[in-house]
Nanobody, 115 residues
Framework: QVQLVESGGGLVQPGGSLRLSCVSS????????MGWYRQAPGKQRELVAS???????TYAASVKGRFTISRDNTKSSVDLQMNSLKPEDTAVYYC?????????WGQGTQVTVSS
């Protein structure tokens, strides 16, 4: 059974930092492209950052320079380091695994940026 479990969300003040982690089980992790998505209330889910099996990364324009995605194939995990957080980063953040069209989602973790 494939599982993705996110952790690390919470409440942070504007300008602060959080680190999200996603640990997977039940899949050959090194084969998968991994991504972090987010969904704010009333908005569509959007891609925040992704990292391919070869380690290449992509970022949404809104987070480039502030967020960093990384993966550890030995731990079957992918992290999202979020710095200089803004109120507009408030959302539920989801971990995604994708390989040749097979997708798996985590349950999501809430990130709230507020003073």
């Amino acid at each position: 059974q494939v599982q993705l479990v996110e952790s690390g969300g919470g409440l942070v003040q504007p300008g602060g930092s959080l680190r999200l982690s996603c640990v997977s089980s039940g899949l050959i992790f090194r084969l998968y492209a991994m991504g972090w998505y987010r969904q704010a209330p009333g908005k569509q889910r959007e891609l925040v950052a992704s990292i391919a099996s070869d380690g290449s990364t992509t970022y949404a324009a809104s987070v480039k320079g502030r967020f960093t995605i990384s993966r550890d194939n030995t731990k079957s995990s992918v992290d999202l380091q979020m710095n200089s957080l803004k109120p507009e980063d408030t959302a539920v953040y989801y971990c995604n695994a994708n390989w040749v069209g097979f997708e798996q989602w985590g349950q999501g973790t809430q990130v709230t940026v507020s003073s």
